[in-house]
């Protein structure tokens, strides 16, 4: 056998050792959990120093196309968009003439995929000059595809790990502020000799912009009302704890008279939201010895009193809270209570609920439960009226927070 091939084929041994170990060496580090910026020192230890090749550039697709590895070239490959300039190339090429000068610079065009989506390039420059000959040199390109295939399905597979850590802690959070909003709803709802108060919620997610309140501000008055935030999410959630917190203070402590109050809560609903948002809110103080009722309904859904046959909509009072600086109008409305009437508070996502032919649950079949199950009790009204809004969306989610507040006064 010739001295030449001997050598030859030992190179080629030689060659596939190193193959072996370079993927044993990545693979290690990639079980081992190290960082990304580890990953890439090993990779390119690996290609410049085992491999031989001292000119390259990996570019990613992390959600948008990244350089993530420059080695031996200082260029900035302005004239390079990679969609369209190396989008089109399926398999390892050599780059022998390009309208594009960036490339140019280069002689190997490595393309890694996954499933038809293109993960990466690798740019390799300088193979012209290898120890080995250019053929052979690109024959061999195919281990290092595979190399770059594992380093960038390795990295892609931290990100969406570190993506799961994220998710998972914001779900965390989301919950913790779950708890805490359900902290903010009245725990301890009257039922005695002179009422009975129940109420009903489900939010649409973790969190939600619905918000209901009842407290005593005097000895014989109490504050009953229902609100709901314009949009949703965190930003909503906070904005109507805000809102309750400040409600309870103006209420409580500076005893503003029930006009006065609204057009308080107004202002501070504008400033915090700066217009982006608003609150719809119904409110209402009861005196339980003269059975007087002051409301004032801010562009919320109308709530309405009933004795079980005949009903009226509470609707007197202004605009949503927070869409102007100033309420452009305000009226306040006072009504005497019968023994045995019921009022009744809901939000949108009761009567907007949806079924499967896109028909509204809609008001009219709220007043026909509470009508048709008038005495029993507020919570168990509450929870007939979910169980008819259940059947109505069939096997649908609800679209919209929900909440509905009845008051029976004896």
């Known amino acids: ?7 030859h084929l030992e190179e080629k041994v030689q060659f596939s050792d190193l193959k072996l170990y370079s ?3 990545l693979t290690t580090a990639i079980n081992a959990n190290e960082s990304v910026d580890q990953l890439l020192r090993i990779y390119e230890f690996i290609v410049r120093e085992q491999l031989g090749l001292s000119k390259f550039i990996l570019i990613v697709n992390h959600n948008g196309w990244d350089i993530m590895l420059k080695v031996g070239y ?23 003439s390009s309208h594009i000068a960036s490339l140019n610079e280069f002689d190997v065009i490595i393309p890694v995929a996954h499933k038809n989506q293109k993960l990466a390039f690798l740019l390799v420059g ?9 053929k052979e040199t690109v024959d061999d390109m195919n281990f290092l595809q595979t190399l770059t295939n594992i380093i960038v399905v390795a990295i892609e597979n931290k990100r969406m790990a570190n993506e799961g850590v994220k998710q998972a802690k914001l779900k965390k959070e989301l919950e913790v502020a779950s708890e805490t909003q359900k902290l903010l709803f009245p725990s301890d709802l009257p039922t005695n000799k002179e009422m009975d108060v129940a109420a009903k919620y489900k939010a649409r997610h973790e ?6 309140d009842f407290f005593p501000i005097s000895d014989e008055e109490y504050v009953i009302c229902i ?16 809102f309750q917190a400040t409600l309870r203070a103006l209420a ?12 308080e809560l107004n202002k501070i609903v504008f400033g915090n939201a700066k217009g982006e948002k608003f609150i719809t809110f119904f409110i209402a103080e009861y005196n339980v010895n003269t059975r007087q009722l002051k409301y004032i309904n801010a562009g919320h859904n109308h709530p309405f009193i009933t004795d079980g046959r005949n009903y009226q909509f509470l609707d007197k009072g202004s605009i949503g809270l927070g869409m102007f600086e100033e309420l452009p109008f305000l009226e306040e409305d006072s009504i005497s209570l019968p023994k045995n009437t019921t009022l009744v508070l809901y939000t949108d996502g009761v009567v ?3 079924n499967e032919e896109q028909e509204q649950f809609e008001i009219e079949r709220v007043i026909k439960v509470i009508h048709s199950f008038y005495p029993l009790k507020t919570d168990d009204l509450n929870n007939l009226v979910f169980s008819k809004l259940d059947e109505w969306k069939g096997g649908a989610k609800y679209a919209d927070d929900t909440a509905i507040f009845t008051c029976r006064f004896f």
Do not use: C, W
């Open 1 to 7: 056998m010739p001295q030449t091939l001997v050598t």
């Open 23 to 25: 993927l044993l060496e």
């Open 74 to 96: 200082k260029g900035r490959l302005k004239d390079l968009t990679i969609e369209s300039d190396l989008g089109r190339f399926d398999e390892i090429t050599v780059i022998e």
């Open 126 to 134: 300088e193979v012209k000059d290898h120890a080995m000959r250019l």
């Open 207 to 212: 969190i939600g912009g619905d918000y209901y």
């Open 227 to 242: 609100g709901d935030v314009s949009g949703k999410g965190i930003s909503a959630a906070l904005l109507m704890a805000n």
């Open 252 to 263: 409580t402590y500076r005893r503003f008279p029930l006009g006065q109050l609204v057009h």
């Open 352 to 354: 907007e609920l949806e």
